[in-house]
T-cell receptor
Framework: ETGVTQTPRHLVMGMTNKKSLKCEQH?????MYWYKQSAKKPLELMFV???????ENNSVPSRFSPECPNSSHLFLHLHTLQPEDSALYLC??????????????FGEGSWLTVV | QKEVEQNSGPLSVPEGAIASLNCTYS??????FFWYRQYSGKSPELIMF????GDKEDGRFTAQLNKASQYVSLLIRDSQPSDSATYLC???????????FGTGTRLQVFP
């Protein structure tokens, strides 16, 4: 138990569906992240939020839409996805993005399959 | 573009041996490195971090950083089958907590 909880753990969705991934951290952190992990590729940083403000969008397609209503919760809204978007989506948190050197804690991940 | 590179493996070692996992990086300004372990189907968990040149030991794990040669390694002594996992090397981007990861090295420890 890392203090970062993700739901759902598994999700199968059609290309025309709309779904959301949810992440909640109980560590009192101020920074939250979405990473994508595909087979044989490094973890890819998708979005970064610091004190609820988005500080980074790494050229992620608009079919992925993040939302951070407060420092403890992070969502990833999904719509009109492609099969190549099937991957493990990891949420993570740390004390604060720009202090540097803090440990990042990961949630268990949400396995997404697009059919 | 900051890059962290690892051999994807698998690296196979017998139980009780020393497993040596290596990582190279492109950015000479990189100051710190993190080693995460990821079991199949699970999320990454932090096992070591290192800031300074030289060695850092924690139990059976030793991290080694050589900034002149731009590599960082992780040694696992007395390897156990339970150490079988993928080991991810990561470095933060420009004094932030935004980690850049390598592809990971899969370690297999056989009895």
């Amino acid at each position: 138990e890392t203090g970062v909880t993700q739901t759902p753990r598994h999700l199968v969705m059609g290309m025309t569906n709309k779904k959301s991934l949810k992440c909640e951290q109980h560590l009192g952190h101020n920074a939250m992240y979405w990473y994508k992990q595909s087979a044989k590729k490094p973890l890819e940083l998708m979005f970064v939020y610091n004190f609820k403000e988005q500080t980074e969008n790494n050229s992620v397609p608009s079919r992925f839409s993040p939302e951070c209503p407060n420092s403890s919760h992070l969502f990833l809204h999904l719509h009109t996805l492609q099969p190549e978007d099937s991957a493990l989506y990891l949420c993570a948190s740390s004390q604060e993005v720009y202090s540097g050197g803090n440990t990042i804690y990961f949630g268990e991940g949400s396995w997404l399959t697009v059919v | 573009q900051k890059e962290v590179e690892q051999n994807s493996g698998p690296l196979s070692v017998p139980e009780g041996a020393i497993a040596s996992l290596n990582c190279t990086y492109s950015d000479r300004g990189s100051q710190s490195f993190f080693w995460y372990r990821q079991y199949s189907g699970k999320s990454p968990e932090l096992i070591m971090f290192i800031y300074s040149n030289g060695d850092k030991e924690d139990g059976r794990f030793t991290a080694q950083l050589n900034k002149a040669s731009q590599y960082v390694s992780l040694l696992i002594r007395d390897s156990q089958p339970s150490d079988s996992a993928t080991y991810l090397c990561a470095s933060p981007l420009y004094n932030t907590d935004k980690l850049i990861f390598g592809t990971g090295t899969r370690l297999q420890v056989f009895p």
